[in-house]
């Protein structure tokens, strides 16, 4: 079985500045995929960035990048100029990438992320 | 747009009812599923489910069962409510990503917006 663990169940950080959500997690499986989904007080769950374990470059969306240490199991969510509508709960998910996964993702616990003006 | 949508936002039921959480989604997807969001814990998986009348428990499944008689349409049910089931709940799907099928097995989840369901 899978765990993921966010050890930091608040942030907070002035906008336009840059802040680090952590997440680790246990597995032992070669093959699977790692995301970052953000929920803003609307509820909708946001898909805000995926990794492939099998990739070693780390994805980047916009301002939104990851820091993946694949030896290590950690999995971290920068968020660069940070903007108001950051604001949000965000959760870290791992994914099996075969087998019958059928698309389950095990979440964390949840960052709850607040943006100060 | 794929669309998750579930019927209430909101639900308040007594000790003892039976309750019946249904979630209809729009994209032919195969996999539907139904999580608990509670604070500190995350989500958690209940039921999900990878075909017409097919199920199976996630890791929560004690005190739920669903039904899935239609590819469209996943109702998580509450047999006998109690005030722990007070929850929110989410309800997502996603393409098949089993070996042999066509879809990139990367999919992310799509999700509704919650029930937050009280039970008193």
């Known amino acids: 079985a899978q765990t993921v663990t966010q050890s930091q169940p608040e942030m907070s950080v002035q906008e336009a500045e840059t802040v680090t959500l952590s997440c680790t997690y246990d597995?032992?499986?070669?093959?699977?995929?790692l995301f970052w989904y953000k929920q803003p007080p609307s509820r909708q769950m946001i898909l805000v960035i995926r990794q492939e374990a099998y990739k070693q470059q780390n994805a980047t969306e916009n301002r939104f990048s990851v820091n993946f240490q694949k030896a290590a199991k950690s999995f971290s969510l920068k968020i660069s100029d940070s903007q108001l509508g950051d604001t949000a709960m965000y959760f870290c998910?791992?994914?099996?990438?075969?087998?019958?996964?059928?698309?389950?993702?095990?979440f964390g616990q949840g960052t709850i992320l607040t943006v100060h003006p | 747009d794929v669309k998750v949508t579930q019927s209430s936002r909101y639900l308040v039921k007594r000790t003892g009812e039976k309750v019946f959480l249904e979630c209809v989604q729009d994209m032919d997807h195969e996999n539907m599923f139904w999580y608990r969001q509670d604070p500190g814990l995350g989500l958690r998986l209940i039921y999900f489910?990878?075909?017409?009348?097919?199920?199976e428990k996630g890791d929560i499944p004690e005190g739920y069962s669903v039904s899935r008689e239609k590819k469209e349409r996943f109702s998580l049910i509450l047999e006998s409510a109690s005030t722990n089931q007070t929850s929110m709940y989410l309800c997502?799907?996603?393409?098949?990503?089993?070996?042999?099928?066509?879809?990139?097995?990367?999919?992310?989840?799509?999700f509704g917006n919650g029930t937050r369901l009280t039970v008193t």
């Open positions: 998910a791992f994914m099996k990438r075969a087998g019958t996964s059928y698309g389950k993702l095990t």
């Open positions: 489910s990878y075909d017409v009348k097919m199920k």
């Open positions: 597995t032992s499986e070669s093959n699977y995929y």
């Open positions: 997502a799907s996603s393409l098949d990503n089993r070996p042999g099928t066509p879809y990139n097995h990367n999919s992310p989840l799509h």
